[in-house]
């Protein structure tokens, strides 16, 4: 009995085969794996059914139909995504971390096969970023993120990193997006040492100080800088490539919105969650909540449990008028577009929200160009491939409000590895024309 894994080892986004030979035709067996995640042990199981040759090979072979089995389909890393904590950690909070404070770790996965000749073991070892990756810390001009510098020489085309209402830096996808050879910069705006602790009141022009940086410090490929921005990162891309269309090369808006809102979950409380996020030149912008005659938050909060979001943006979206007042100028950008969303969004309706953006940029005959990566079924937690995609119910940093952020963990982990395909090959496509 052989188990093979390849890759053994290689960056977190590379797709694995996994097979086992060597086994009796028709032998049944059980795979299972094991990953220490933050120092928390992550597992999953499922059984499948050698072929006449003793082969199993899940590239070709859903696991055996079973209510126990953690997934159901034909997937080579349905073993990764539908890991689930020890249940030790699930009964102590609703977000248990994926990844350790040392994005430079690898990540090994324990893969383990159990059948009538006994038990082996292989490793399968994830990496977010090599070690000769340059990790940098940015306090200055105002600024608070870190700077990941690839270890070839430069230049490189670069890429500028918004997290969404938890705040703080997005530095997993810093790391990837240096891997793949772009100078990344994970700015934080509140939530971080020296910044506000909430996303009420920030104003805009911090990240034109931050685009401005970042070209004059690093020189990008071609003067290429694009945005990425994650939900409320997401809305906040589109509105900065709008107010500032000559400093963007390319937008990237994972499940964003496409009007502005309050503060929502992580406004000031002494403020309120209908108080203004986005503030330019000394003014606030107007946002859903503002004048709506129809908006309410009592389906979010008192809704059945586990409670959804969306549920209260929706009833904010039936008043048309407020909703033009908000909607974002994204006719203004002048740079092509991609669009990450899940028809089952719990957090606000990110497909609906796509489809205003494209309808409006057609409105205006939008020259650039524009896709968008939209799964079914799936929800607001769309990160990036190969990994844990079981945690639907989550604890928001910021309010603290427990809330599902909607999707299945096969439909997420299908938007996770369909928008990183989308994502780069929409950046290679660009960084061709620009030659």
């Known amino acids: 009995m052989e188990l093979i894994i390849t890759p053994t080892k290689a960056t ?35 059984r499948f ?20 089995q953690d997934y159901q389909t034909i997937d080579p890393m349905g073993l990764i995504w539908s890991q689930t904590p020890d249940q030790i950690a699930q009964d102590h909070a609703t977000d248990t971390p994926i990844f350790s404070q040392d994005l430079f770790e690898t990540i090994a996965t324990q893969v383990r096969v159990t059948g ?19 990790r940098i810390e940015v306090r200055e001009k105002g600024l608070v993120g870190v700077i990941y510098q690839p270890k070839t020489e430069g230049p490189h085309p670069a890429i500028m990193i918004l997290n969404g209402s938890g705040g703080g830096m997005n530095e997993p996808r810093a790391a ?14 509140f939530k971080a040492p020296g910044l506000s602790d909430y996303i009420s009141n920030t104003n805009l022009e911090y990240f034109k100080t931050g685009l401005d940086w970042l070209r004059h410090r690093y020189t990008p490929l071609h003067n290429f800088v694009a ?19 000559d400093d963007v090369s390319a937008v990237i808006a994972y499940v964003p919105g496409a009007v502005i809102h309050s503060g929502q979950n992580a406004a000031d409380p002494k403020i309120g969650r209908e108080a203004p996020t986005w503030y330019y030149q000394g003014k606030a912008l107007p946002h859903l909540w503002e004048n709506n005659r129809t908006a309410s938050w009592a389906p979010f909060d008192e809704g059945p449990n586990p409670h959804r979001h969306e549920w209260a943006i929706l009833t904010a979206l039936d008043d048309p008028e407020a909703v033009e007042r908000a909607m974002i100028p994204v006719e203004k950008i002048r740079s092509p577009i991609l669009l990450i969303s899940g028809t089952d969004d719990g957090a606000w309706p990110s497909s609906r929200y796509c489809r205003m953006i494209i309808d409006r940029l057609a409105q205006y005959d939008f020259p650039y160009a524009v896709r968008w990566c939209d799964t079914p079924n799936a929800g607001h937690n769309i990160l990036f491939p190969y990994l844990p ?16 952020n909607g999707g299945c963990p096969q439909a997420n982990a299908k938007a996770n590895e369909a928008s990183w395909q989308a994502v780069q090959t929409f950046l290679t496509d660009l960084l061709k024309e620009s030659l």
Request: hydrophobic share 40%; no cysteine; glycine share 8%.
């Open 12 to 46: 977190i986004d590379t797709p694995r085969e996994i097979r086992v030979s060597g086994l009796q035709p028709f032998e049944t067996i059980e795979i299972s794996t094991e990953t220490l995640r933050a120092g928390i042990p992550w597992r999953s199981h499922a």
């Open 49 to 68: 059914k050698a072929d006449v040759t003793g082969m199993v090979d899940l590239t070709q072979q859903a696991p055996l139909p079973d209510r126990d």
């Open 116 to 134: 009538v000749q006994g038990t082996i073991e292989a490793t399968l070892w994830q990496q977010l970023a090599d070690q000769g990756i340059r």
């Open 176 to 189: 990837l997006y240096v891997s793949r050879g772009y100078i990344a910069f994970a700015l934080a705006y």
């Open 227 to 245: 945005l990425n921005g994650q939900s409320r990162g997401g809305e906040l891309v589109l509105l900065l490539a709008s107010l500032f269309p």
């Open 389 to 404: 995609t079981t945690q639907i119910t989550h604890t928001h940093p910021v309010s603290g409000r427990i809330n599902s």
